[in-house]
């Protein structure tokens, strides 16, 4: 019988719900002979003891070893691995008994944002003496002092308002354009800079290192 290709595309983080974790959980898999595919799909590549509930257990694998399970279970395949040579499982129980926890947390780090941002931004116009610089362009332009609150100050309010929502592009479900915001650049660095560290970690462990 001749082999059978089977292509494997593994994602470097994936997060599951559910204990026992099976190959289309964390890959794309694809063959001519679909019997294959789909036999290939449902081998289990690890199971997860269930944690405290809002906990996360994490498990590090590495494509050679889940190869070894695959071929263990279908003979006469040959695989090719279009994805990640080392990935990252994180297992949490359903996300639908720490819905509440989730707003809260989401609700203290827009508060913590917002406050940090206008005290920065507080800061920034005494350092820069904002006030002054205002009240010396109308005085030169208008041939009198301010009294406070001009159409400087209002538009310079609007303009800030403005730019923050320019630049970051994103209004509630609505954006600007199709690219993504810096926040959402950011959250994917960070995210596979976590799966990096974390393979990393398990290699140094593998081989013994302190880590720590």
Not at 45 to 54: A, E, I, M, N
Not at 99 to 105: D, G, N, T, V, Y
Not at 131 to 145: A, D, K, P, R
Not at 157 to 179: P, R
């Amino acid at each position: 019988m001749s082999n059978e290709t089977v292509y494997l595309k593994i994602a470097q983080t994936t997060e599951v719900y559910k204990p026992d974790v099976y190959v289309k959980d964390i890959a794309e898999v694809h063959c001519r002979n679909r019997s294959v595919e789909a036999k290939i799909k449902t081998i289990k590549v690890t199971s997860f003891q269930t944690p405290k509930k809002g906990n996360k257990i994490t498990y590090v694998g590495s494509i050679m070893d889940l190869l070894t399970q695959v071929e263990a279970e279908e003979k006469n395949i040959q695989i090719i691995s279009m994805g990640q040579a080392d990935f990252v499982i994180n297992y949490r129980t359903d996300a639908g008994g720490i819905i509440l926890l989730q707003w809260i947390k989401t609700a203290v780090v827009a508060a913590i944002s917002f406050c940090g941002a206008a005290f920065a931004i507080m800061t920034f116009n005494n350092d820069a003496s904002v006030t002054t610089v205002f009240g010396n362009i109308y005085q030169l332009v208008m041939g009198t002092e301010s009294d406070g609150v001009t159409v400087l100050e209002l538009s310079y309010s609007f303009g800030v308002a403005l730019g923050i929502l320019v630049f970051f592009n994103h209004f509630a479900s609505w954006k600007l354009t199709v690219d993504p915001t810096p926040i959402e650049v950011e959250m994917r660095l960070y995210e596979d800079n976590v799966g990096k560290t974390l393979i990393q970690n398990y290699g140094r462990k593998e081989r013994g290192i302190d880590v720590s």
